[in-house]
């Protein structure tokens, strides 16, 4: 296995130069990403940084003004979404989405339309998530957040994905429900299965990529292995302001407030003005100053 | 007696109305779009069965073998072409286009085949009936069609349940977004649905020949509204609450004109005024209006 | 229009028919341009000359004209409510049959039927408001199609009553004057009628509400969201077209001096209203304008063979609904600028506010 996604001669998912339009506002800027085969990699970032459209672009449901997805070296940027489904992108889309009057098995019996082959028939589905077998007959809508989560997941799965896209699994679930569904994650990406997740909880995305890239306001600021990036680093990235000098390595964990004085904390300087908008480029500045907090 | 006389000629009129209504149901479900064709498009079958046993001499009972299958055909290429364009720009639009090929259909039939009355002639099959006692005659007809109609919303409910289009309708009806993520083509699905809804409404179209006489202008002064207040009656997402509400507008229509013949179609309609005030969701239905 | 949506919010504090200083960017907002202006003057002077015809031809050519000008009101009526409230309605021929009918009534008790315009339009309007009860709970088709059948309820009602003809119709009493003279009143009547609706129309949508109607027809969900009361507003403006609409029909039952409720209430009017602003261009005002003057011309040249007429509407109103959306009206104003009726704001660039008429569109 590598240690960076950005060694590897031929990712399996590869996004080059992505630009993404919602109407007038630009939601991605030039976003490249690479994930290579039986890798699992993290977007992190705020709350509209574009992490989920990021992942639905991949998936098919935005068309991108400029850039292109690569699947195993097939541009697929013109493919609709169940096309997509078929060449082996799956979505676990925010918020679950199952299809609330159908029953459990239904849902996985839907998921599996694309009619791909693979290991991940409904009965190993059952067999990764043991209680779901004795409520297959359940309508979906009947289900907890944790149990729905996890059979949206089953859904996705029962497309045999090559690349599976997993989208704020742990949103409005209890922490010992995510951790649960997160602790299936090994065992999808030991069968093989390339995995690009979204993730608000840095230190859950830490602990389960081997790669982490960092989105803000569209754009990428930061991108590699968890082992290499300092906290520093991460915060840096994730709310836009920057440390007085990249990789100094305080080695503080993620989450610890940047030691910073007045003078180390700037605008993020990865975000060139002449490319905001023009005429809603002084408000947008004004209306957003550097110093969040989550 | 005459009431209750009046009361079974209404459940096997509402037979006829379920049977309009379904198609009506089955598109506005899926694709949440009414489609104010309706009426017309049953007008239509009923036109091309005329048609063909014009032209073939067979029996217009079995005229339905070649129009239902042109129907469908029908419904799937109009909703891959016309109305998913229409449904690509939106709702709004849809509804409109649906209302512009209402119009468009009712006076092309009105020029090229003439604004008089047709029925589709069964011979004695119309006027043949039995009777319970001395005064409730039933017609052999209108037993037939309310059989078929109920054979009809069982044959979907079951199709709709266990095979694997039904359930990719179902998924569709559900969510859109996330059918197309599980790797459905939403647009062919919706095809298929309309393609039902189309064959629905052919049989219809053919009851409602052989049950009385048609114009060019009967789908959209009586058809529409009929399946329409069917749909409401019942409740939307239940074929059986169509079935009820089918029953229950026909029952109210038959129960007016014992009143008084001009009130038939006032009663109905008042019937569905009074559901949508007191009842919006309908009779058997908890979901929501669209 | 649209593309200037955003920036009304900037101005929307500022007193709306000053220009206003854009705080931060040091821009320009403006509510219109020289050829609203221009509009302005050359309507005036339309209307005077309008206003005069009477004296200058026939009174088959008012004839006409009076036909124009109920087309005009209800298209306008039918625009305001589904492009900018966002209601598709394909029963609005309920307001038009009833306000016929209150005028046949008030005419019956011996008030002229001129005097009767403002009463019978009124009397629809608070009809307007349970039938607004009854079909506001209701969204996209469930609405469109119970108010059809409200339409048939309307007509089924007045059928029953036998001092109203039932079905067979009634002659409108009350109209002594000469044939010449006649013509001329119901001319002037309609003509009357139609600048109030348009007027009336321009006038709501550049108030306050003009702005939620705007962002109603822009997304009707977001308006809800950030907290727009798209409920009342929907039923101000359902309420202004059950007027309109009520005028339009009294105007066509002094027009027609004989009602017949099939004809009263027949859904054909409705469907002129949808075709007329489709084709114009939904969602502006000039848009019905634009489509009557084209359907107008349509109905005169097909009209020897009214299923012909019905069928080649049809064809170009589905034409134009799925791939020119914004009708003609649209594509012109695209294409030159011109905004006739400037009910959005303008932002110009410091200092570039143009001075040329008809200032080609420089997107902002």
Not at chain 1, 116 to 141: C, H, K, N, P, V
């Amino acid at each position: 296995m590598t240690t960076a996604g950005t060694t590897d001669a031929s990712p399996l998912l590869e996004v080059a130069g992505l630009s993404v339009h919602h109407g007038q506002l630009q939601a991605l800027h030039d976003v490249s990403i690479a994930v290579p085969a039986g890798q699992v990699h993290a977007m992190i970032g705020a709350n509209g940084a574009g992490k989920s459209t990021l992942l639905r672009t991949i998936a098919g449901l935005h068309a991108p003004t400029a850039g292109s997805v690569r699947l195993d070296g097939r541009d697929i940027t013109g493919l609709r979404p169940e096309r997509r489904v078929a060449a082996g992108i799956a979505l676990v889309p925010e918020g679950r989405r199952l299809f609330p009057s159908l029953s459990v098995e239904e849902n996985l019996l839907v998921g599996a339309s694309s009619r791909r082959t693979g290991e991940w028939s409904i009965d190993a589905i059952y067999d990764l998530f043991g209680w779901m077998r004795d409520r297959r007959r359940q309508r979906a809508a009947q289900l907890s957040g944790g149990e729905q989560q996890a059979v949206a997941i089953g859904r996705a799965l029962a497309a045999n994905p090559s690349v599976l896209l997993l989208d704020e699994l742990s949103l409005g679930l209890a922490p010992v429900v995510v951790r649960r569904i997160y602790a299936t994650l090994p065992q999808l990406a030991a069968s093989g299965m390339t995995i690009l997740l979204v993730e608000q909880d840095v230190s859950q995305a830490l602990a389960v990529a081997s790669h982490v890239h960092c989105l803000l306001e569209g754009r990428v600021t930061l991108a590699g292995p968890p082992a290499g990036l300092t906290g520093a680093q991460i915060e840096a990235a994730y709310f836009g302001v920057s440390a007085a000098s990249n990789g100094n390595g305080d080695g503080s964990p993620p989450g610890t407030p940047a030691s910073a004085g007045p003078a180390s904390v700037a605008p993020a300087g990865s975000v060139p003005a002449s490319s905001v908008p023009a005429s809603s480029g002084p408000a947008r500045q004004a209306d957003q100053p550097p110093g969040v907090h989550i | 007696m005459t009431w209750v006389n009046a009361v079974i000629q209404g459940v096997m009129l509402g037979g006829l109305y379920a049977l309009f209504a379904c198609g009506l149901s089955l598109m506005f479900g899926v694709m949440k779009v009414i489609n104010l064709a309706h009426g017309d498009l049953a007008m239509v079958a009923a036109y091309i069965a005329l048609g063909v046993v014009t032209i073939t001499h067979v029996p217009a009972v079995w005229s339905f073998v070649l129009v239902v299958p042109i129907f469908a055909a029908l419904g799937y290429v109009l909703q891959r072409t016309l109305l998913q364009a229409s449904l690509n720009r939106g709702v709004i639009t849809t509804l409109l286009v649906t209302f512009g090929l209402s119009v468009v259909i009712e006076n092309a039939l009105q020029q090229f085949l003439s604004a008089n009355s047709r029925e589709l002639n069964i011979g004695s099959l119309v006027s043949d009936s039995f009777s319970i006692g001395s005064q409730i005659t039933i017609a052999y007809l209108d037993l037939a069609i309310l059989v078929v109609a109920v054979a009809v919303l069982l044959g979907l409910q079951y199709f709709l349940s266990s095979s694997r289009s039904g359930r990719m309708i179902r998924a569709v009806a559900d969510d859109r977004e996330a059918a197309q993520l599980s790797g459905i083509n939403y647009r062919h699905v919706f095809g298929i649905a309309t393609a039902i809804a189309f064959g629905t409404v052919a049989l219809a179209g053919l009851a409602y020949g052989m049950y009385t006489q048609f114009d060019p202008t009967t789908g959209t002064t009586a058809l529409l509204l009929y399946a329409f207040e069917a749909v409401v009656i019942g409740g939307l997402g239940s074929l059986w609450g169509t079935l009820a509400g089918g029953i229950l507008l026909g029952v109210a229509q038959q129960v007016g004109a014992q009143y008084h013949a001009a009130d038939q179609v006032l009663a109905g309609q008042l019937l569905f005024l009074i559901i949508l005030v007191l009842r919006p969701q309908g009779i058997t239905s908890r979901r929501e209006l669209a | 229009m649209s593309a200037v949506g955003q920036d009304t919010q900037a101005a929307g504090g500022q007193h709306p028919r000053v220009a206003a200083r854009g705080p931060a960017a040091g821009r320009v907002v403006t509510r219109s341009r020289r050829s609203a202006l221009w509009a302005g003057l050359a309507a005036v002077v339309a209307i005077a000359i309008l206003g005069y015809l009477p004296y200058l031809v026939f009174s088959d050519t008012t004839g006409l004209m009076v036909q124009f000008f109920q087309l005009l009101i209800m298209a306008s009526m039918w625009n305001l409510l589904a492009g900018y409230a966002g209601l598709v309605s394909v029963g609005h021929q309920a307001f038009i049959g009833l306000g016929a009918y209150f005028v046949v009534l008030l005419a019956m008790h011996g008030l002229s039927p001129f005097t009767a315009i403002p009463i019978a339009t009124a009397a629809t309007g608070v009809v307007g408001l349970p039938v607004w009860w009854l079909v506001s709970r209701l969204r996209s088709g469930y609405f469109a199609i119970t108010m059809w059948v409200i339409a048939s309820v309307c007509m089924l009602i007045i059928i029953q009553i036998s001092s109203l003809g039932s079905g067979t119709g009634i002659a409108l009493s009350g109209l002594t004057q000469s044939p010449t003279l006649l013509a001329a009143d119901t001319y002037w009547a309609t003509l009357a009628v139609a600048v109030l609706a348009i007027a009336g129309i321009y006038a709501l949508l550049r108030s306050r509400l003009g702005l939620a109607l705007t962002a109603i027809r822009d997304d009707e969900a977001g308006a809800k969201s950030i907290g727009g009361r798209v409920g009342s507003v929907q039923r101000l403006v359902f309420l202004v077209t059950a007027l309109g609409c009520g005028a339009a029909g009294a105007v066509y039952a002094i027009g027609q001096q004989f009602i017949v409720p099939t004809a009263a209430f027949d859904v054909s009017f409705t469907a002129e209203m949808i075709f007329i602003t489709i084709i114009g261009g939904i969602g502006t005002i000039e848009g019905p304008i634009i489509g009557t003057i084209v359907f107008f011309i349509l109905q005169q040249t097909l009209s020897a063979d009214g299923t012909w007429y019905w069928i080649v509407l049809g064809l170009v109103a589905i034409a134009v609904a799925i791939w020119a959306p914004r009708g003609i009206w649209g594509l012109v104003s695209e294409r030159f600028g011109i905004r006739l009726f400037p009910v959005g704001f303008y932002v110009w660039p410091a200092g570039e506010q143009p001075r040329r008429l008809l200032a080609r569109s420089a997107r902002p």
